[in-house]
C-alpha cells in the first residue's frame, strides 16, 4: 500500500533573476516526498547523504510521516551537491556544478519494512541506481514512475534506455523529450518515447504546463497563471510527487485517475515556484492545496455548445 521515493537529498546552490541562495537543502527525492506527503501518510524514503547534512532536516521528514530508515548517512563523506542558474524567462537553466559526492558509491538498500510499496517514484537519480531499485523489489510495484534530466542523457544513456523500458510513467521536460529522441515535435517524440517501453508519458513545459500521453490519448493541464515566479528548482520534483501521492492515495492508475494525478502535482508545483528552494512546498495547509487544486479546475472549466 505505501509508497517508496528513491532520488537525490541534496544541497543546492540556486540563482535566478530574483537573488541567490548559498547552500539550500534540495534534491528530487526531498521535493517528491514532501510534495507527495500532503496525499500519502506512511511514505518510505530511500536516498544517501554525507556527515554535513543536517539532522534537524532528517527530523522534519519523519515529522511529515517520511520515514527516513532507508536514507543512509556516510560518515566523513559529503552530500550531493548542484547548482544552476535560470535564465531571464524562468523556464531555462544552466547547471553551473554537479557534485556527486556520496551519490558516486550509493548502493541503494531497500529496508525489509518497504519491501511491500505498491507505488515506486524513480526520482531524479543515476539511471543504473534507479535500475538496481527495480531489480531489487522482491514483487514488483503495482506503478513506477521514473523522472530523470539531460545530464544523465549526456553521460548515461545506455542505462536511461535500460531503465526507461521498466518503467510505467515517464516524466521529463519538454527539451528533455526532444534531447531523448531527436524530435522537435512533442507529439512525435512522445510517441517514440512510449514505443521505449512506458505506457505513460509525462511532458512538464515549466509556465506552460503538462501534458500527458497513453496510447492515442493526450491531456493538457496548463500552469497557473502566476504573477510571481521566484524559483522553478524542484517544480518537476514536488510535480511528480503530487502525481504519485494523489495516485497512491486513490490506489487507482486509470488514465482517467492520471489526469487527476497531473491537475493535483500541477497545483503543487505552482506553490514550488513561489519562493525560493523548499520554503513554501514546506509549509502548506490541506485547505491551501485544495483551493490550488479548485483554482485549477475554474482555470480549464468551460461550457460549449456545438450547434
Ligand atoms: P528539478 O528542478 O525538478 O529538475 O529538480 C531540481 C533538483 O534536482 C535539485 O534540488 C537538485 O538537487 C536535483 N538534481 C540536480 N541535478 C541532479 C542530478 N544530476 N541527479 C539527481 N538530482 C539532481
Avoid at 542505462?159 to 510505467?168: A, E, F, Q, R, Y
Avoid at 526532444?178 to 505506457?199: C, E, F, H, N, W
Wanted: charge should be negative; include cysteine.
Amino acid at each position: 500500500m505505501s509508497l517508496l521515493v528513491i532520488g537525490t537529498v541534496a544541497f543546492d546552490a540556486i540563482e535566478t533573476p530574483f537573488g541567490k541562495t548559498d547552500k539550500i537543502i534540495g534534491g528530487a527525492a526531498t521535493y517528491a516526498s514532501i510534495s507527495a506527503s500532503y496525499f500519502k501518510k506512511d511514505i518510505n524514503l530511500v536516498s544517501v547523504v554525507g556527515e554535513d547534512f543536517p539532522s534537524e532536516m532528517i527530523k522534519t521528514f519523519e515529522e511529515k510521516g517520511i520515514h527516513t530508515d532507508g536514507l543512509q548517512i556516510k560518515k566523513g563523506e559529503k552530500t550531493f551537491f548542484w547548482s544552476g542558474k535560470y535564465h531571464e524567462d524562468m523556464n531555462s537553466r544552466d547547471t553551473i556544478d554537479t557534485q556527486l559526492n556520496v551519490l558516486s558509491t550509493f548502493d541503494p538498500i531497500i529496508p525489509e519494512a518497504f519491501q511491500d510499496c505498491e507505488f515506486l517514484m524513480l526520482g531524479n537519480l543515476m539511471p543504473s541506481i534507479q535500475m538496481m531499485v527495480i531489480n531489487r523489489m522482491k514483487t514488483r510495484p503495482k506503478l513506477i514512475v521514473m523522472d530523470t534530466m539531460n545530464f544523465w542523457m549526456e553521460i548515461a544513456m545506455d542505462d536511461l534506455l535500460k531503465t526507461i523500458s521498466m518503467v510505467d510513467v515517464l516524466t521529463i521536460n519538454d527539451a528533455e523529450a526532444r534531447q531523448l529522441t531527436g524530435d522537435y515535435s512533442l507529439v512525435k517524440a512522445a510517441r517514440k518515447i512510449l514505443k521505449m517501453g512506458p505506457k505513460y508519458l509525462i511532458i512538464k513545459k515549466g509556465e506552460h504546463g503538462a501534458l500527458l500521453f497513453h496510447e492515442d490519448q493526450v491531456f493538457f493541464a496548463p500552469a497557473l497563471p502566476l504573477e510571481d515566479v521566484f524559483d522553478p528548482t524542484g517544480a518537476g520534483d514536488t510535480f511528480a510527487g503530487g502525481f504519485i501521492g494523489y495516485l497512491s492515495s486513490v490506489r487507482d492508475i486509470s488514465f482517467e485517475s492520471m489526469k487527476r494525478g497531473v491537475i493535483y502535482g500541477s497545483a503543487m508545483a505552482s506553490f514550488c515556484v513561489e519562493k525560493f528552494g523548499l520554503e513554501r512546498v514546506m509549509n502548506l495547509t490541506d485547505k491551501e492545496v485544495e483551493e490550488r487544486v479548485l483554482e485549477f479546475v475554474d482555470l480549464v472549466q468551460f461550457d460549449i455548445t456545438l450547434e
